[in-house]
Every structure is written in C-alpha cells, then in structure tokens.
C-alpha cells in the first residue's frame, strides 16, 4: 500500500515528497494518507508510531476524520500518552476536481522541541526575574549607601568648617593672653617703683604671667590639636567623596545592568510566545 499510485493528484505528489519532507522540518513527524473511511499510507517515524496500518478505519477524534468531517484544515494537540511523544496533528481534507472530499492528508510533528523551547525560556525567564530583583536591591542598597554617603560628606564639611572657626577663637585668647601679659609685665614695673609697700602686688603680677604664659602654652598645644584633627576631617572628606562617587558608578552601572536584564527578559518572553506557535 506504501507504493500506491495515487489517483488524485494532491496525493499523489505528496506521495512522492514524502521521502524529502523530514530534511524540511527540525522536529521529528510523520505521515498518514486517507479516503472518507480508511488509512490509504502511513508513514511512522522513529519515535512517533500512528498504531495504524493501510486499511484500518479512520478513528473519531484523529486529525484525519476530523478534518474530513469539519470539510476544513484541522489541528490537535495529541497527550504523549497516546504515542509516547506529545504530538501536534494537522490534517487537511483533500477534494477532487469537483470539489468533494475525497480523503485527507496528515501531518504529525513532534512537540519535544517546542516543550524543550518553552521550559528554556521558562527556566530564563524565572532566572532572569530572580536577578532583576536581586539587582533591585543591590541598587537600593547602593542608593542608600549614596545618600548616607552624602549625608556624611555634608557633616564632614561642616566639621572642617567648624575647625576653621577655632582659629579665630584661639586668636582672640591669644590676644587676651598676651594682653594678660603685658598687664603683668606693666603690674612688676609698678610693683618694683612701689618698693617695699609693693612686694604683694609684684607677687600677683607673678601669678598674672605665668598665668599668661600657661596660657599660652595651652593656646599652641589647643592649635595643634586642633590641627590635626582638620587634617583627619580633611582626609575623612577625601575619603568620603571617593567613596560617594564609587558608589554613584556602581549605581549607574547596576542600572545598566538592570535595563539589559529587563531587555533580556523581555526576548525570553518573547521567545516564549513564540515556542507556543511552533
């Protein structure tokens, strides 16, 4: 019955083509040819076996009664419980000169490489989703890490700032201090003309400059406190602003990132949508 010389044309070159049409398709198929009642040719695969010989009868539900009895091109979907392998039938009714069916024409391809499409872009997809948010939150922690970073920077210049403003302030105890000292200086002079009546009042201008000059030395060693600790601020400032523009690369970077992981996503859906066309 393989040999079959077909009456009807349509049939008959698709006979003919059958040996050819495997290098067409990527997925596995196979063939069946009918009249209204009975299978004419069948034509299995290695994995896909119809259960049906020449001259079995047409069963309900198949591709091949179906499409003739809808008079019109039909497709199903066939469970692989039935041939081991899920299968997509498409079974065209095939007409004779005046128009009336005279049989059908089945194609049967195999759905693996659709499945296997479809759980790829599934398996992407839900991969690509854990990403994103993970690089969500990274971006968020970034961002955060930014504006505390910038808070700092904020609190770093007012600091410097503030260490600047002692200047002034240790300026003007100077001034009081040597101020201070020459009052005790001028307190000797007066205490030395006074002579003997003076003696207590030169003790107290004693006092009054080591006072000063402890003063003094309080003053330089304040000073250079103080300076170092401008110069910890500046190098926390330095640092501080490194870091800040670090983060803001790292920010703009995760963002790219994220755009080309939601680009990607989108592909894979894409590729979803269509491995549901297959």
Do not use: W
Not at 12 to 26: A, G, R, S, T, V
Not at 54 to 82: F, H, M, N, T
Not at 131 to 146: F, Q, R, Y
Not at 271 to 278: G, R
Request: net charge neutral.
């Amino acid at each position: 019955m393989n040999n079959l010389d077909f009456d009807n044309e349509l049939q008959h070159c698709f006979n003919y083509l059958i040996p050819y049409m495997q290098n067409f398709f990527d997925d596995e198929i196979a063939f069946t040819m009918s009249d209204t009642e009975k299978f004419l040719k069948v034509v299995n695969s290695q994995n896909i076996n119809m259960s049906a010989s020449p001259g079995d009868p047409l069963r309900p539900g198949g591709a091949a009664y179906e499409c003739i009895k809808a008079k019109d091109i039909v497709s199903l979907i066939v469970s692989k419980e039935v041939f081991g392998v899920e299968i997509k039938a498409t079974g065209i009714p095939v007409k004779d000169k005046t128009n009336k069916i005279i049989g059908s024409i089945v194609l049967v391809k195999s759905l693996k490489k659709h499945y296997e499409i479809s759980n790829l872009s599934n398996t992407l997809s839900n991969d690509l989703k854990i990403i994103s948010e993970g690089s969500n939150k990274i971006a968020i922690g970034i961002n955060n890490a930014v504006q505390a970073s910038d808070k700092i920077i904020l609190e770093v210049k007012e600091a410097e700032s503030n260490t600047k403003d002692t200047d002034n302030i240790l300026n003007f105890i100077k001034g009081i201090a040597s101020q201070t000292n020459m009052l005790g200086l001028n307190a000797a002079i007066e205490a030395s003309h006074a002579g003997e009546q003076g003696k207590g009042f030169s003790v107290l201008a004693q006092e009054i400059r080591k006072m000063s000059n402890s003063s003094n030395k309080s003053i330089n060693e304040i000073n250079l406190i103080l300076k170092k600790i401008r110069t910890s601020v500046t190098n926390i400032s330095g640092s501080a602003l490194i870091t800040s523009d670090s983060f803001k690369d790292q920010l703009v970077q995760i963002k790219e990132i994220t755009s080309s992981i939601k680009d990607i996503s989108s592909t894979a859906q894409t590729l979803k949508q269509l491995s549901k066309k297959i």
